[in-house]
C-alpha cells in the first residue's frame, strides 16, 4: 500500500488549501484515513481523521471549524480542505491509511501507512 499527498505550498493568511491524498495497492474501504502534521524539530501531531464508513469525522481542537476531512473511495483518496489559515498551520502534512481502526484514529500508532508530505506554508 502506497499513499501519495499533494496539494501543499504556500499561502498567505487567511487563505485556503486542498491536500489530496492518492492511496494505491489496496482498496481503502476498509482502512480509517487520517491527516497528522509535523514541524522540524517537534513531534508529529493529530489533525484530522475519518472513519471506513466516512460516517465519523474527529478533528484536533486547533483546526475545528477551519478544516475538513473527506474520502473517495471511487477515486482511493482522502482529502483535506484547510480554509482560514495561519502561521501556526505552516507544517509538513501527512496521509495515513490503518486497517485495524474501529472509528476514527487519532494516535499515530494506529496506523500502518503513511505518505511522504506535503509541505504547506503560510506566511504574507
Known amino acids: 500500500v502506497q499513499l501519495q499527498a499533494s496539494g501543499g505550498g504556500f499561502v498567505q493568511p487567511g487563505g485556503s488549501l486542498r491536500l489530496s491524498c492518492e492511496v494505491s495497492?489496496?482498496?481503502?474501504?476498509?482502512?480509517?484515513l487520517g491527516w497528522f502534521r509535523q514541524v522540524t524539530g517537534k513531534e508529529r501531531e493529530f489533525v484530522a481523521a475519518?472513519?471506513?464508513?466516512?460516517?465519523?469525522?474527529s478533528y484536533a481542537e486547533f483546526v475545528k471549524g477551519r478544516f475538513s476531512i473527506s474520502r473517495d473511495d471511487a477515486k482511493n483518496s482522502v482529502y483535506l480542505q484547510m480554509n482560514s489559515l495561519g502561521p501556526d498551520d505552516t507544517a509538513e502534512y501527512f496521509c495515513?491509511?490503518?486497517?485495524?481502526?474501529?472509528?476514527?484514529?487519532?494516535?499515530?500508532?494506529?496506523?500502518?501507512?503513511w505518505g511522504q508530505g506535503t509541505q504547506v506554508t503560510v506566511s504574507s
Open positions: 495515513a491509511a490503518g486497517q485495524r481502526i474501529g472509528g476514527v484514529g487519532i494516535e499515530d500508532h494506529e496506523y500502518d501507512y
Open positions: 495497492g489496496r482498496a481503502i474501504s476498509t482502512y480509517g
Open positions: 475519518i472513519s471506513r464508513t466516512g460516517m465519523t469525522t
